[in-house]
């Protein structure tokens, strides 16, 4: 089955500084790689995803890119801010397939 | 509804009995997941409906879990003789088609089992 596998465990950057958050996936077939932050004590959301026939997707100051070739994908964070302070998790899944798996998160601290 | 609802928020059981938590997923959300998620970890996979069917049930981690969705909106994962390593939250998420989308996912229901 799929492991993915999400890097680091936690990050602490400065206010402003940008976050990059990486997750390696094991599956060839896996083509939807979503990305959601759960604050303390709340449910996972959807933030930014993105398909296998598009190398980088971006929204405001969050940015997503793809490797197919190296099955590895990143979360880029730009200007970060106090509230983006959350753990954020990645998932790969199928399209053929219902399930995602997760990484196990990366807890992002950013310092005012 | 406007978002995925889980009951209870909380649930507090002994070990060895049985439990029931409840998911009422987004109206028109023909895909419904059961997530279970430990302290540090990522949610980790248990069933997935499309309709009333389980279309996947490999991350159910043994036969004392159980879950229906009758009429192909709510859904309710029954837990059976209920052990300590059972305490987590466990999540809901719908989506409007079956893959290729994001989840909606609903607040939690925590359980603890003493």
């Known amino acids: 089955g799929e492991n993915v596998e999400q890097h680091p465990s936690t990050l602490s950057v400065q206010e402003g500084d940008s976050a990059v958050i990486k997750c390696t996936y094991s599956d060839s077939a896996s083509n939807y790689f979503p990305w959601y932050k759960q604050e303390l004590g709340k449910r996972p959301q959807l933030i930014i995803d993105?398909?296998?026939?598009?190398g980088e997707k971006k929204d405001q100051r969050i940015a997503v890119t793809l490797n197919k070739t190296a099955k590895h994908f990143s979360l880029h964070i730009t200007e970060t801010q106090p509230e983006d302070s959350a753990v954020y998790f990645c998932?790969?899944?199928?399209?053929?397939?219902?399930?995602?798996?997760f990484g196990d998160g990366t807890t992002l601290t950013v310092k005012p | 509804g406007a978002g995925v609802s889980q009951t209870p928020s909380n649930k507090v059981t002994e070990k060895g009995k049985y439990v029931e938590l409840r998911c009422d997923p987004i109206s028109g959300h023909t895909a419904l997941y059961w997530y279970r998620q430990s302290l540090g970890q990522g949610p980790e996979f248990l069933i997935y409906f499309q309709g009333t069917g389980a279309a996947d049930d490999s991350g159910l981690p043994n036969d004392r879990f159980f879950a229906v969705r009758p009429e192909g909106s709510v859904s309710t994962l029954k837990i059976q003789r209920t052990e300590r390593g059972d305490s987590a939250v466990y999540l809901c998420?719908?989506?409007?088609?079956?893959?290729?989308?994001?989840?909606?996912f609903g607040s939690g229901t925590r359980l603890t089992v003493v």
């Open positions: 998420a719908s989506s409007p088609r079956r893959t290729g989308y994001g989840y909606t």
């Open positions: 993105i398909r296998s026939n598009v």
């Open positions: 998932a790969a899944s199928r399209d053929n397939a219902g399930k995602s798996t």
